[in-house]
């Protein structure tokens, strides 16, 4: 399946420090992933790519709970 054949809702959870994804790079798989009917886009503040062992880790996941409840999603 082609990114452009995803259906199923996509988060795309970057941190503000991410040396390994720039914002660019985020809005590309956002905008490439155009099929799905509910899309979301999450900066987390002061953290960088390993978001998930830092101190600010709670926010991810927040952002990740509020993802799969199905709240603060674009519908299409």
């Keep these: 399946m082609t990114r452009r054949g995803v259906r199923g809702p996509v988060a795309i959870v970057c941190g503000e420090w ?4 720039p ?3 985020a809005r590309w798989l ?3 992933l ?7 886009d999450v ?3 002061r953290a ?3 978001m998930h062992l ?3 880790r709670f926010a991810l996941y927040r952002e990740a709970e ?3 409840g199905g709240g603060d999603l674009e519908e299409r």
């Design 66 to 68: 509020t993802f799969l």
């Design 48 to 50: 960088t790519h390993m």
């Design 23 to 25: 914002d660019a790079d």
């Design 34 to 40: 155009s099929a799905s009917a509910m899309r979301c």
């Design 30 to 32: 956002f905008d490439a």
């Design 54 to 56: 830092e101190q600010n």
């Design 43 to 45: 900066k987390i503040g």
């Design 18 to 21: 991410n040396g390994m994804c």
